[in-house]
């Protein structure tokens, strides 16, 4: 291996040597404590720590670093105290996600250090969202990323490259190509000679680094940050290396040909480096051996520490309520008298726009939301108001654009996401369900993004233009979910959920922004989550309902003036207002739930089963859920008619009634 030294000082050729030596013997330890059965599962970088060392030694502190799970040199060059590594690793307290999450997947703001989800690529869109952060304030910083090679078969990795290229955003992809994803070697994993030739297709710079030669990897990591500083914009690295040890420990090397595995041992990144610094005078045996002492003295004590930390417990109220960001929510009322009488999808716009003016660094992203407008028009006239860089129209990649949203909330900011349609949420749904909804609970990371949901049917839209999916969330703790009927309710629970730090799904009906008007206060006010409205009251039985739904309830009521009803609307569907859902009930004695989604698995089966838990001795008939037929949403109007719940809710209404 050929080392060029340049410019570098005898001190920084130790500090990469040293560098690279902690992860090395801490690795080599770890292996130890696996075959003792001490530790459950262990994913090796050894022959790679130049990439992790040289890359982390580039940055500057106050710089965001985006590891996976063999980059052990990130951490440890970022001077993590060892002693919470390896509690981490171990479940325990002191580590980085008190035991929720194991190995290397949590984050820390304090050593900017921001670690993966298990599904690997959102890793490089969240990347691109601490990048825009730092483009937006001015500061001339990098973000860099890791990611292996098989995950860049994702889409994630298209999808945040291509954004990073488009929005000129500083960030340092950096491609371990280690020969291996799992089992899979690179002829299997694509195509192109380099996975750095893929950037030519972004318009990007890339570079090819000899990913085990340390000074290679320091040297010209080190100068493109400089560059990257003083002119932002994304580059592409493939560091070529190999993969020395099993995908993890336990599945072994038996696919990897031995004359590989010969060959690169060969290039061992410390080795080579140590018998070069010998040679050059930089290093002794004796100050090798010295080294050595310490370090076997840092792990050692430090594992002792981990090791006499108790197992974690469980306190369910703990674990339940770290789920969610703390949120002081704090209830503003509308100081001025004056309303006016406008549609639903006004109100959305206008509690959006004096959510801007409120939260200077709120960021608007979505596809045709800036000069366009938005496809419906939300964001029409934001542009001159608040600029493009805050009204940020995307390419068509709801993945990234959630994982930005993550990466701006991650480096301070605000994100309010406009999916064009719910439906077109699957395509983002990974990062939602994975990462934002589980961010707070792992290790105590705020998701202060809301995702804006134009959903639901009627308008004869088909399959894909008309879903309500709200199911799909109500179901992963960590999300909050809201869905409003009326036009005050929306602009006020708008407000609040771009005030709250936690991950909020907000549902818009499309069939209600234009068809439904009322009064809303011109200025700024919130509402609160989890407190459901009384509509309507009556002693006869029970509607519970939102969205849509309320409107069909209210309609088929007054065709019924005899059916002396409370009608409920949840407004917000996580959190759920159950309290006032018994309360209801306890009077009536009688339940219907009506919801436009399919029946099966939806909240009205939930809403059902938690009446019958906590107010079973009150019920006078069974409870009743009414939802779609259990299929897509068809296109002509009148399969559509008849897929929707209304018609059916009136005949099971008058049966509840009559029961
Ligand atoms: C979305 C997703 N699919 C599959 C996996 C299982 N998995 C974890 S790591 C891995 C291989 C990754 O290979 P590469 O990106 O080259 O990184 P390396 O492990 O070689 O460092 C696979 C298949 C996963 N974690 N996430």
């Known amino acids: ?210 990913g085990n030669n340390i000074l290679e990897v320091y040297t010209k990591v080190d100068e493109l940050c400089k560059a990257i500083r003083r002119r932002p914009r994304p580059v592409l690295l493939e560091f070529k290396t190999f993969r020395m040890r099993g995908h993890e420990e336990a599945s072994g090397t038996k696919y990897v040909p031995e004359k590989l595995m010969r060959e690169w041992g060969k290039k061992d990144p410390i080795s080579n480096y140590e018998d070069f610094l ?17 370090i076997t003295e840092e792990i050692n004590s430090n594992l002792q520490l981990a090791f006499d930390e108790d197992e974690v417990s469980s306190v369910e109220s703990k674990e339940l309520k770290e789920v969610y960001h703390g949120f002081d929510y704090q209830h503003i009322e509308t100081k001025l008298e004056s309303k006016e009488n406008i549609r639903f999808v006004d109100a959305i716009s206008q509690g959006l726009e004096q959510s801007m003016y409120r939260h200077n660094e709120l960021i608007i992203m979505g596809q045709d939301v800036a000069d366009y407008g938005g496809v419906f028009k939300i964001t029409e006239g934001f542009v001159p108001k608040f600029g493009k860089s805050r009204v940020r129209n995307t390419p068509i990649c709801e993945s990234a654009i959630v994982s930005t949203a993550m990466g701006l909330s991650i480096n301070g900011m605000k994100a309010v996401v406009e999916m064009q349609f719910a439906d077109f949420v699957s395509s983002g749904f990974n990062p939602i369900v994975n990462y934002l909804a589980k961010v707070n609970y792992r290790w105590n990371e705020k998701a202060d993004v809301v995702i804006r949901m134009p959903c639901g049917g009627g308008v004869g839209a088909g399959p894909f233009h008309s879903q309500t999916n709200e199911a799909w969330f109500t179901k992963t703790p960590g999300l909050k979910v809201v869905y409003p009927a009326f036009p005050d309710d929306a602009k006020g629970l708008l407000n609040t959920a771009i005030n709250d730090p936690n991950p909020v799904l907000f549902f818009e009906h499309k069939g209600l922004y234009r068809s439904i008007k009322g009064d809303v206060p011109t200025d700024y006010y919130t509402v609160p989550f989890g407190k459901a409205k009384l509509l309507k009251e009556g002693k006869a039985l029970t509607v519970v309902t939102y969205g849509a739904g309320v ?45 436009e989604d399919t029946l099966f698995g939806g909240i009205a089966s939930d809403i059902s089963a938690m009446v019958m838990e906590n107010c079973f001795e009150y019920l006078d008939a069974p409870v009743k859920r009414v939802g779609s037929l259990e299929t897509p949403v068809p296109f002509a109007k009148s399969l559509e008619t008849n897929y929707l719940p209304k018609n059916r809710f009136e005949s099971e209404l008058v049966e509840l009634y009559q029961y």
């Open 551 to 595: 409107h069909w309830a209210l309609e088929v009521l007054e065709k019924h003036p005899e059916i002396d009803a409370d009608v409920l609307d949840l407004r917000t569907l996580q959190p759920l207002d159950l309290e006032s859902i018994c309360q209801s009930v306890k009077k009536t004695g009688k339940l219907i739930v009506l919801q």
């Open 278 to 294: 010998l040679a050059e005078g930089v290093l002794t045996q004796a100050y090798i051996e010295t080294l050595k002492e310490e």
């Open 1 to 210: 291996m050929r080392y060029h030294v340049g410019s570098l000082e005898r001190e920084k050729l130790l500090e990469l040597y040293k560098g690279m030596l902690k992860p090395r013997m801490i690795e080599e330890k770890m292996l130890i404590l696996l075959r003792q059965g001490k530790i459950s599962k262990w994913f090796s970088g050894i022959g790679q720590e130049a990439i992790s060392v040289g890359v982390t030694q580039a940055l500057k502190e106050s710089e965001y670093i985006l590891p996976m799970h063999r980059n052990l040199g990130v951490f440890t060059s970022r001077n993590i105290p060892l002693n919470r590594l390896f509690s981490q690793w171990q479940g325990k307290q002191s580590g980085f996600t008190q035991g929720r999450d194991r190995s290397f997947h949590f984050g820390t703001q304090e050593y900017k250090i921001i670690g993966m989800i298990s599904h690997l690529g959102p890793q490089l869109g969240v990347a691109d969202g601490i990048a825009l952060a730092d483009m937006l304030r001015r500061k001339k910083r990098v973000t860099a990323v890791f990611t292996g090679e098989g995950a860049t078969s994702e889409g994630d990795f298209h999808e945040a490259l291509n954004v990073a290229s488009v929005w000129n955003l500083p960030v340092l992809f950096c491609i371990e190509n280690n020969g291996y994803g799992l089992s899979t070697p690179t002829n299997e994993q694509y195509r192109c000679e380099n996975l750095a030739d893929r950037a030519k297709g972004y318009g990007m710079e890339s570079r090819i680094i000899d």
